[in-house]
């Protein structure tokens, strides 16, 4: 299927991910597409078979406007091919994708894809801790050196990439979790272009995309998700996507995949095909009630701050979301006075927002960083990320953000 919607010219994302690539005439006139579980594909004759393994395997180019018959579902099968249609026209920028099985299968399998023995990384600090043992403890025994930046720092991230010998990839997360340090995306990606090497320019948008921000739009080669999050948002499958503009990219990205055996599985792709029309409606719920709780939190005298991005103070990090961000997104972090004993008393008191790791789900959702997701960083690590003792980071979901405030202002008065 084209990369335009040919029968819709011109219409906006929100309109194509519901008119574009899905061909009811391919699912017996179903209005929804079917699941097809198959493993394997039955060709017309040899010739056909011969011409689908010589398109898949790259050694020869299909015709314009040609999609190769399909072969065995972990090279590609229709329901990844439909999801991936349907995902284009969300992300700015974008005009290929490929799913996989989770956000850190699309995090590794664009590593290998990108990175070379002998090459450096540079990255942004704190990332995810997943990626950040992806390249620590995978990486770097490869030959593959890190490059640690700290999030946020506009100057440092230009020097560091141009001081990077033999860079092949710049790594960016933004916002970062769960301090929400924010990083240029376009001052990254100028000065990856000035790099003799052309490192290739990814961005986790998992907190702010597809609907807030958008890294292609502001240079960057590779948009990577975990689908888990607000992609699928109802806590309930586990997900990731890469795209780009470059067909060349995702065809090398691709090729990996089906090495690796990492594709999202025919099911999972129904289903997460089938939360895209709704992942602009609920992510705008989600900011708007991330902003209201926030905002009426700040200056609670339990509280020594609240993180969120329209209450940011430094200058730099203003003007950073001010200029990529279209709105504040979902998630924000408290810190309380009261250190850890006050962090715990106030989750042991919630009753709407429940306490989980993960994030994106319609659900209200609360952890406490330190001692969960980020308790394997190093102690020098969190105090350079601001992951204290007393912060607590909640992912607001889709409830009345009025019940979410008197959840939270309860547990509050319960610490005295
Ligand atoms: C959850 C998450 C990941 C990893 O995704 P999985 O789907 O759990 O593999 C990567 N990056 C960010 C920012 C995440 O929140």
């Not at 009811?24 to 011409?51: C, D, I, K, M, W």
């Not at 010998?165 to 990254?188: G, K, Q």
Request: hydrophobic share 40%; with cysteine; proline share 6%.
């Amino acid at each position: 299927m084209s990369e335009h919607d040919p029968h819709h010219p011109g219409v906006r994302p929100r309109t194509a991910v519901l008119t574009r690539g899905f061909d009811p005439s391919l699912s017996l006139g179903s209005a929804r597409p079917a699941v097809f579980r198959s493993s394997t594909y039955v060709f017309a004759n040899p010739e056909a078979a011969e011409h689908a393994f010589a398109i898949t395997t790259g050694k020869i180019e299909p015709a314009a406007g040609e999609r190769a018959d399909l072969i065995y579902s972990r090279f590609s099968h229709p329901n990844a091919e439909i999801l991936e249609d349907h995902v284009v026209p969300l992300e700015a920028g974008a005009r290929h994708a490929a799913v996989f099985n989770s956000g850190m299968a699309a995090i590794m399998t664009a590593f290998f894809a990108c990175a070379r023995p002998h090459t450096s990384i540079v990255y942004t600090t704190p990332l995810y801790g997943g990626t950040t043992g992806l390249i620590h403890q995978f990486l770097e025994p490869f030959g593959v050196r890190g490059i640690a930046v700290a999030a946020g720092d506009t100057a440092g991230i230009d020097g560091a990439i141009a001081a990077a010998e033999d860079c092949s990839i710049v790594y960016i997360e933004t916002p970062a979790n769960p301090t929400l340090i924010m990083t240029d995306i376009e001052r990254a990606a100028i000065a990856a272009v000035r790099h003799p090497n052309h490192p290739v320019v990814m961005v986790d948008n998992t907190f702010l995309g597809p609907t807030f921000q958008h890294p292609l739009e502001l240079g960057a080669d590779l948009a990577l998700y975990s689908a888990t999050k607000y992609l699928a948002g109802f806590s309930d499958m586990l997900g990731g996507v890469a795209l780009a503009a470059s067909e060349e990219l995702i065809r090398k990205i691709r090729s990996r995949r089906s090495m690796f055996g990492n594709i999202l599985q025919p099911d999972e792709c129904w289903m997460l095909d089938s939360r895209l029309p709704t992942v602009s409606l609920r992510m705008n719920r989600q900011s708007k009630n991330a902003q209201r709780l926030a905002e009426a939190l700040a200056g609670n005298k339990h509280l020594l701050r609240v993180i969120y991005p329209t209450l940011f103070e430094d200058a730099e990090q203003r003007r950073i979301f001010e200029k990529q961000c279209a709105f504040p997104g979902g998630i924000f972090s408290i810190e309380f006075r009261g250190g850890k004993p006050a962090a715990f008393e106030f989750l042991r008191h919630l009753r709407l927002a429940r306490s989980a790791v993960s994030l994106g789900g319609v659900e209200s959702l609360t952890c406490h960083p330190k001692s969960t997701t980020h308790s394997g960083m190093s102690a020098a690590e969190l105090e350079a990320s601001g992951v204290t003792d007393g912060l607590v980071r909640i992912s607001a979901g889709i409830e009345d953000w009025r019940d979410l405030l008197a959840d939270f202002e309860q547990a509050l008065e319960t610490l005295g």
